[in-house]
């Protein structure tokens, strides 16, 4: 009996670590358009940590939510000895005091197995917790519907060297649902040639048209900028993937003392 991939943290990583050339695009758009110091990061499916780890190494402060108790417990202990704070729970009522953290960062693509309404739980859980002009990028896929010319279709794969043995991960489009912009998966894992985990689950599509109509639903947060990843960045060849990236907005409050500490700086100069 194989078990589900996200049911075993080490294989996960080994299978999907973090690349750090996406580290690096990451980076840079946080520092186009983060209008304040950065000092704290949240990973809100955070898994075994990856993406925790790569910040914490760059003297960040991290936070962590993910659903599985068993990835709470890797990340904890891969992070020992950083400045972290990790959390199971729901990832649509993160658990995190409000106004805590400058920058939220989902790569993992996650986001896209979420209902259209439970994203806006998310993202109006995402904005109680950032701080006024910290960011949110997240990575949101949409398929390229003329590939899908003969299901299913292997849309990406890798191979890894594990010790002795060689093991690879597929995935696979079952179902493309048009009307609901939806494609149903399939994640197959082997090791040594043996099917050792696999995966069915829904992936949701959204675009950038898409995205702008939430405003209204997720007060506080902007969209202000968007990444696609180039054919030879990408996962997969079906399937784009783009970083949004959006800023929280400042309050009243924060507004007014902005303005007034402006105003005493004209006065001195």
């Known amino acids: 009996m194989y078990r589900t991939l996200y049911e075993d943290p080490l294989l996960y990583e080994r299978l999907r670590p973090t690349d750090p050339n996406d580290v690096q695009t990451v980076l840079s758009l946080l520092g186009s358009h983060c209008d304040r110091r950065i000092e704290s990061v949240i990973d809100p499916a955070c898994g075994p940590g990856g993406w925790l780890i790569a910040f914490a190494q760059l003297g960040y402060r991290v936070f962590g939510n993910d659903s599985s108790a068993e990835m709470c417990k890797v990340a904890l202990d891969r992070l020992a000895g950083y400045d972290c704070q990790i959390t199971q729970g729901n990832m649509t009522s993160l658990s995190f005091a409000p106004c805590s953290v400058d920058a939220a960062v989902e790569i993992s693509g996650v986001v896209c197995e979420l209902s259209r309404s439970d994203l806006v739980s998310h993202m109006r859980s995402i904005s109680q917790l950032l701080r006024a002009r910290g960011v949110y990028i997240l990575c949101l896929q949409d398929v390229d519907e003329r590939c899908l010319t003969q299901l299913p279709t292997r849309s990406w794969y890798s191979n890894i060297e594990a010790g002795d043995r060689i093991e690879t991960i597929e995935y696979f489009i079952e179902a493309f649902h048009r009307r609901s912009r939806s494609i149903r998966m399939r994640r197959d894992v082997y090791s040594a040639g ?18 702008k109509a939430f405003r209204d639903l997720i007060p506080g947060l902007s969209l202000v900028a ?44």
């Open 194 to 211: 043996h099917l050792r985990a696999r995966d069915f689950y829904l992936l949701r599509m959204y675009d950038e048209t898409e995205l």
């Open 226 to 269: 968007s990444l696609t990843l180039g054919q030879d960045d990408a996962l997969c060849n079906l399937i784009r993937e783009t970083y949004y990236v959006f800023r929280k907005q400042s309050s009243m409050h924060e507004f007014a003392q902005l303005s007034l500490e402006g105003n005493e700086l004209q006065s001195g100069s």
